[in-house]
T-cell receptor, first 115, second 115 residues
């Protein structure tokens, strides 16, 4: 089965450290999304890409977060420096936009704990 | 902008009870509407969808009807099972000339079914 793969599944780090989360979208999908999930805020859209080009990253704190898609098989989300308030589950999702299905396929998430 | 408001949780029901989770939306155009489900420790997955007014989406015994006049997309199931325990997210997608764009999610409703 095709699936979105995220690494790491769990990450515990100390405040100030750099964190990089990786996502392998489903082959053939043209759109990749990064979401953050917390109990307080629910699901928040951080950034998304179409055909590897960033379309919207307005949900992302620009001073410490960056998102890239160096090739079609890899999307990255980097936090530098990390802070305790960044503790959350980060989800990557991919889809093929253009067929009007609207279905996104989510990875299992990367749980980040910043101490 | 577009937004989704869904029923506050948590919701606890006995097995075989009738389920309704309310969802209303605000949109400037003609969105597609979705219900996603998140089982413990997993990412979200599409449960059902409806792309135009009066459409009914259905899957696994769940149903939801796109009601444009009340801007609602309530999720229902006639007889819930313990395996339905999960978090349910209502979502809409903005439509553009290029097909559906990003999804806007509600805050999620945690459902627990007790035997």
């Amino acid at each position: 089965d095709a699936r979105v793969t995220q690494t790491p599944r769990d990450k515990v780090t100390e405040m100030g450290q750099e964190v990089t989360m990786r996502c392998q979208p489903i082959l053939g999908h043209n759109t990749v999304f990064w979401y953050r999930q917390t109990m307080m805020q629910g699901l928040e859209l951080l950034a998304y890409f179409r055909n590897r080009a960033p379309l919207d990253d307005s949900g992302m704190p620009k001073d410490r977060f960056s998102a890239e898609m160096p090739d079609a098989t890899l999307a990255t989300l980097k936090i530098q420096p990390s802070e305790p308030r960044d503790s959350a589950v980060y989800f990557c999702a991919s889809g093929f936009i253009g067929t009007n299905t609207g279905e996104l396929f989510f990875g299992e998430g990367s749980r980040l704990t910043v101490l | 902008g577009n937004s989704v408001t869904q029923m506050e949780g948590p919701v606890t029901l006995s097995e075989e009870a009738f389920l309704t989770i309310n969802c209303t939306y605000t949109a400037t155009g003609y969105p597609s509407l979705f219900w996603y489900v998140q089982y413990p420790g997993e990412g979200l997955q599409l449960l059902l969808k409806a792309t135009k007014a009066d459409d009914k989406g259905s899957n696994k015994g769940f149903e939801a009807t796109y009601r444009k006049e009340t801007t609602s997309f309530h999720l229902e199931k006639g007889s819930v099972q313990v395996s339905d325990s999960a978090v349910y997210f209502c979502a809409l997608s903005e439509r553009s000339n290029f097909g559906n764009e990003k999804l806007t999610f509600g805050t999620g409703t945690r459902l627990t079914i007790i035997p």
